[in-house]
């Protein structure tokens, strides 16, 4: 059993440790990820630059522990699940719902907006190394949809790129300058449920396509 004095040390430990990656986060909102510089995160924390080696071994470790803890798209893996052997309905309805939470939340999460800035715009091996992960946890989601594009003239590993790519830009065009993208604000209510319905109608014309073009083939 542990003693008072060995609890509020526990608890002094997880406390610190907490701050610290609340740190990395207030970083990158202010400044971005060129202000995640060792000693820029001792003197907001307010503590020796040690702390950092000390809790996480290194400002690397550090910043690997903040993005797996603030990329979604891993909790999003999880929470977007399907059966062993899906039905058509079922796998089209979870990328709908899939692009369409990605595109709420990417808008309202500023230190997943800045984690995505920072993947495009540096060549870095942490960066890499998550996006590696992303796209291989993807990968078991997109494996589902195959069967169903077979034989059809739709790339829905394209589409879904292609959706993923114009959410990130307008949200950070929208964000960062409070500009339109083809006359869309996507600061405007009216604009986000505009884009919301889109990204339905184009999943859904894909689906309906590749199921009126595998029975033309097919003769079925």
Do not use: C
């Amino acid at each position: 059993m542990a003693t008072p004095r060995k609890k509020v040390k526990i608890r002094d430990h997880d406390r610190t440790r907490r701050r610290l990656l609340e740190v990395v986060g207030e970083i990158l909102r202010d400044t971005g990820y060129t202000g995640l510089k060792t000693n820029n995160i001792a003197r907001r924390l307010g503590k020796d630059k040690n702390l950092i080696r000390y809790y996480f071994h290194s400002l690397n470790n550090l910043e690997k522990a903040y993005i797996r803890e603030n990329d979604y798209w891993f909790a999003f893996f999880e929470h977007f699940s399907l059966p062993e052997n899906p039905e058509r309905r079922q796998v089209q309805q979870l990328f709908t719902d899939l692009m369409l939470e990605n595109f709420k939340v990417f808008r309202d999460n500023i230190e997943m907006q800045k984690i995505i800035l920072w993947q495009i715009s540096e060549n870095n091996p942490l960066m890499k190394s998550v996006s590696d992960q992303r796209e291989e946890e993807g990968e078991k989601v997109l494996k589902m949809t195959d069967p169903f594009f077979a034989g059809s003239d739709i790339n829905f590993r394209a589409l879904i790129a292609l959706l993923l790519g114009g959410i990130y830009y307008i949200v950070l065009h929208g964000e960062t300058n409070k500009s339109t993208v083809s006359g869309i604000d996507i600061n405007l209510e009216k604009d986000r449920k505009a884009i919301s319905e889109t990204i339905r109608q184009v999943i859904s014309w894909a689906w309906e396509k590749s199921a009126v073009g595998t029975m033309e083939k097919t003769g079925k």
